[in-house]
């Protein structure tokens, strides 16, 4: 129990943010920053690393998979907007994040 | 407190050169169809600047494979084939070396298809893969030696005789497809551009052409050798020519393959880079003068890629005033001034940036061009300098004031705000009944930035898209930058706004600037259409093809 503690303590402490989980309809992605300004986008187990920006309001992220492909994402955290959105194998798509 | 002042004036600092080492960014991402388009103009490029053709290659130092070693890791047709060749040339009898050695080794692609990818980026060095899918390949060389030392000699030094294939080529034919990378650099240097081409790999080539010999077909031109008699003891041993003739030549399919059998086997990781560590490089200049009605130049800042793979390069650009001022040192000291008319903050163009990140994948663009307003405010008074706008103006009453015109990309979508600082001249009985000689006021166009196509040359224009001058600009004037109205308190308001908006309406659709760019041609940039972006940046996209297509950035 102590060194899951530990571990735990250890894994956000080499976070920026607290992860940010966004979905649009079957599409489940996380996003997590590391302390070094790394932003990691996470969908069906393939980690990138992305471009753009991610804080506590807002994220606005282009990625490339290497399996999935490109993906870009925009979204007013904990709001639902229709300014919101994934565009993910050619479609826009609803997008919301928290 | 100190520490406070200078905090502050550093950032203030910051802010400043977000602008003004940001006049141009751009953006690139190419796919398998798109980077054919731009390999075969780079490929042209490097031709035209002494580089070579990078698809046609020689290696210089002559390829030595020793034949001494254990033949276990050859396939067993190759294996019979070399000990039927030492048998051919009574090698067992000496105490000899035996080697190949392969001169001028060069390859020539008669067709392909290339991805072009960004890799990693760091301190204005980036570096590039191109994935050639090869169809239709020819290895070739001056000539292939069999060449044998005989050690122990009466002299004490080694004889050395080799028989010589001549120009042998060995034709890939289209059927077979092969993949052949090309690692490629540029590093932006402080007085220059530096492109290097760091890597060939054949690897991949042989890897696949050593599994499908029936698809390369060989031609030799001519088989050379020497007459060789060599004395040990009483016994001459002289070598048969005939013998060896009849080998290679009715042992040809077994000598294509077992050479390039060999070449795969025995120069193994060497093959991944062809080039060793003699990579091919072009020096290029990284600032740029555009000779023409203005003169403009460009210098290339900052070069980088990100995760995503997409290419971003940063210019300084500014104009000079005359032909001279750009030979001696690009005007640097010296350039057209502009006034700065807003403060883009770097978390703006931060923002800006990211939009046309986005929009680049979801369009599937693969070339974006940002124009700051501050550049094109720049562009606007060159052309003025230039005498572009003298025309137009001068088919009214109207004369430029003292702010001139400028550009603002307060909204997004197909215009930009163009303000122009007007004096009107009062002639006659309008001046009389008004009780002035002129009035000053400012107006609003909204107006189209596009680079234009006609007759097969690239041409800038500014085109007034909509009037966006009501009575209240011209009471009210533009205080915020500099533009007072004197139209306030005249005698016969109405009645004169009335007439000065009939004049301003005449420029509905009239193009203002028009000005030939013959050096776009042949670039990405001869037909480009610019959008604002309403965070104080033009921006504009293309996608490559057979037909390149502008991308409508609304």
């Known amino acids: 129990m102590k060194s899951l503690l530990l571990l735990s303590l250890f894994s956000f402490s080499s976070l920026a943010l607290p992860p940010v989980k966004c979905e649009s309809g079957d599409i489940k992605l996380t996003i997590i920053e590391s302390a070094k300004g790394e932003i990691y986008l996470t969908y069906l187990q393939e980690s990138v690393v992305a471009d753009g920006i991610v804080d506590t309001k807002e994220v606005d992220l282009i990625a490339k998979f290497p399996n999935a492909g490109e993906m870009t994402l925009f979204a007013k955290i904990g709001k639902d907007s229709k300014d919101n959105y994934l565009f993910f194998k050619g479609l826009r798509r609803a997008l919301s994040c928290k | ?554």
């Open chain 2, 1 to 554: 407190m100190k520490f406070l002042l200078l905090t502050v004036l550093s950032l203030f600092a910051l802010n400043l050169k977000a602008q003004e080492s940001t006049d141009i960014i751009i953006k690139s991402r190419f796919d398998y169809e798109s980077s054919l388009s731009f390999i075969k103009r780079l490929r042209a490029f490097l031709m035209n600047n002494n580089f070579g053709d990078p698809y046609n290659q020689s290696v210089q130092k002559p390829i030595v494979i020793d034949l001494n070693r254990n033949l276990q890791d050859l396939p067993p047709g190759t294996q019979k084939w070399i000990k039927d060749l030492q048998s051919v040339l009574q090698l067992q009898l000496f105490e000899s070396s035996y080697k190949i050695v392969v001169n001028d080794l060069s390859y020539s692609i008669n067709d392909f298809n290339s991805e072009l990818r960004p890799t990693v980026s760091y301190l204005n060095r980036v570096e590039y893969v191109t994935m050639n899918y090869v169809q239709g390949l020819t290895i070739s060389a001056t000539s292939i030696a069999f060449q044998v030392e005989l050690k122990k000699t009466v002299s004490g030094d080694p004889i050395t005789f080799s028989v010589e294939v001549q120009n042998p080529q060995f034709n890939i034919r289209p059927e077979m497809m092969v993949e052949m990378p090309m690692g490629w650099l540029t590093s932006i240097m402080p007085e220059y551009l530096l492109i290097s081409l760091q890597q060939v790999d054949l690897k991949k080539l042989f890897d696949t052409i050593v599994k499908k010999p029936d698809l390369i077909d060989i031609t030799v031109q001519d088989l050379k050798m020497p007459k060789v008699a060599i004395k040990i003891g009483n016994k001459t041993i002289s070598f048969d020519r005939e013998k060896i003739k009849k080998f290679f030549i009715t042992r040809q399919q077994e000598m294509k393959k077992g050479v390039i059998d060999l070449i795969q086997a025995r120069l193994g990781n060497r093959l991944e880079n062809i080039l060793n560590d003699t990579p091919q490089e072009l020096i290029i200049p990284r600032t740029y003068a555009l000779e023409s009605k203005i003169n403009a130049i460009f210098d290339i800042q900052e070069m980088s890629t990100n995760n995503s793979k997409l290419l971003h390069v940063v210019m300084d650009a500014h104009f000079c005033s005359t032909e001279e001022a750009v030979g001696s040192d690009f005007c640097w000291q010296n350039k057209i001034p502009s006034t700065l008319r807003r403060e883009i903050p770097q978390k703006t163009l931060d923002k800006s940036v990211r939009d046309l990140n986005r929009y680049m994948i979801e369009s599937d663009s693969n070339l974006g061009v940002s124009v700051s307003e501050h550049y094109l405010n720049q562009l606007i008074n060159a052309t003025m300098v230039a005498g572009l706008w003298e025309k137009d103006m001068a088919d009214k009453e109207f004369h430029m004031g003292p702010e001139k015109a400028f550009v603002l990309g307060e909204e997004k979508g197909t215009t930009f705000s163009l303000y122009m600082d007007i004096v009107y001249k009062l002639k006659g009985a309008q001046r009389l009944l008004v009780g002035r000689s002129e009035l000053r006021f400012p107006i609003k166009f909204g107006i189209g930035l596009n680079i234009v196509d006609i007759e097969g040359v690239p041409r800038l224009q500014i085109q007034v898209k909509k009037i966006l001058t009501d009575s209240d600009l011209l009471i009210e004037g533009l205080p915020q930058y500099g533009i007072i109205s004197t139209v306030v308190d005249i005698r016969f308001r109405k009645k004169v706004i009335k007439e000065i908006m009939k004049e301003i309406n005449e420029f509905n659709n009239n193009i203002l600037v028009d000005l030939e760019l013959p050096e776009f041609k042949g670039t990405y940039l001869e037909e480009l259409e610019f959008f604002s972006d309403g965070l104080g940046r033009a921006n504009a996209s293309l996608r490559l093809g057979k037909k390149n297509k502008i991308g409508k950035m609304l």
